[in-house]
């Protein structure tokens, strides 16, 4: 015959097996009881637990966001002032608007020209140097790679060559944490030549600049991005 258990011993039985059931329904603990009335406890995983995403906390959506307005900042409109030291499209002052790899400029400036005039180009004899002054208006559409590096196709209208179109090698770079644009424009004036003998008043039998013309115009310059 088993002796009755004493009261203390009852009490801990009981609160042992309630709180085994209790840890066993919630997945969360398991509990061991033995024979000697002892307990272990042990951490577990929930049974549904699934792992955590950065969407669930919200991360997804703010990374998202800085990119679009990244990205937003590269292809909105931009507005720019230009100071122009240039050998083909003169020494002046501009603007120019970009839009991404598009962009649209125009400027206007003093432009030193120098001809070449020979009466007689069978000789040996060099032909006389003529410096001489204009004004010229330059307008250009842009197209530029992701590098800043493209092209321009362009109109001119020059005071002493009249009308003519251009067509240039566009470049973008960064100096002393200033932006330029540097350009190599090859310019044709369709009245160029004759406008220049008009000019000096010779005739046809004088050649400017052989045997390209005075119309044929081209050089190379910078100008500094405001």
Request: glycine residues 12%; without cysteine.
């Amino acid at each position: 015959m088993r002796p009755p258990l004493r009261a203390p011993q009852r009490v801990f039985k009981q609160l042992a097996a309630s709180l085994s059931a209790t840890l066993v329904l919630t997945g969360s603990v398991r509990v061991w009881a033995g024979d000697t009335g002892g307990t272990a406890l042990e951490p577990q995983p929930a049974a549904n637990a699934e792992p955590i995403e950065l969407s669930d906390a919200g991360l997804r959506g703010v990374t998202q966001g800085r990119v679009t307005a990244a990205e937003s900042d590269t292809e909105r409109v931009r507005l720019d002032g230009l100071v122009l030291l240039h050998l083909a499209d003169g020494i002046g002052a501009g603007g120019q608007l970009r839009f991404g790899a598009f962009g649209l400029r125009a400027s206007a400036g003093y432009q030193p020209l120098l001809f070449v005039v020979d009466r007689r180009v069978d000789d040996q004899d060099v032909g006389d140097l003529e410096f001489m002054s204009s004004g010229q208006l330059n307008l250009d559409v842009l197209l530029l790679s992701q590098a800043e590096m493209g092209a321009s196709l362009g109109y001119r209208y020059n005071t002493l060559l009249g009308h003519g179109a251009a067509l240039a090698f566009q470049s973008m770079f960064e100096l002393w944490r200033q932006d330029f644009s540097f350009s190599i424009p090859l310019m044709y004036y369709p009245e160029g030549t004759n406008q220049v003998l008009d000019e000096l008043g010779l005739s046809s039998q004088y050649k400017i600049n052989f045997p390209f013309g005075g119309g044929i115009q081209y050089g190379i310059g910078v100008a500094w991005v405001l």
